[in-house]
């Protein structure tokens, strides 16, 4: 069976709380022939871990990279590096995803009420512009 994974069943991999859930979600993931993982899940995902169970970035990109380096998940690693990159050096995921979509789709810089975005983004190389009122 190919399938797509939502996001409470990734977090139930990733976070401990209900075994039951946790084991059929793991079950479930690794007997599927292939699961898609959407960007817009693991934004969901980094933004759960972070304000509901209060976990570091550094174990959000784990959780992340233990999705993209199992052999039978299909996503969009190219968004999804840029998500980590801009995760890894202090930002939010989405916020990474969110550029490099944008610039994929043609746009030519980020803009943002987000200092810390667009700081971030500046720093690897994108361009960003800070809105200010």
């Known amino acids: 069976m190919r399938i797509t994974a939502d996001t409470n ?7 401990p709380g209900d075994e039951a859930q946790q084991e059929i979600a793991i079950e479930t993931l690794k007997n599927a022939e292939s699961v898609a993982i959407s960007v817009h899940a693991l934004c969901e995902l980094a933004w759960v871990m972070e304000r509901r169970y209060d976990l570091s970035r550094t174990a959000i990109a784990a959780a992340i990279r233990l999705f993209m380096n199992t052999r039978n998940v299909v996503l969009n690693r190219p968004t999804v590096e840029a998500g ?5 050096a ?3 995921f989405a916020d990474g995803v969110i ?4 610039q994929w789709l043609g746009a030519e810089t980020f803009v943002s009420f987000d200092k810390r975005a667009v700081k971030l983004l500046e720093g690897q190389g994108t361009a960003a512009l800070l809105l200010a009122c």
């Open 99 to 102: 550029a490099f979509d944008g």
């Open 9 to 15: 069943v990734l977090l139930r991999v990733v976070v």
């Open 90 to 92: 202090g930002g939010d």
């Open 84 to 88: 980590l990159a801009v995760l890894e």
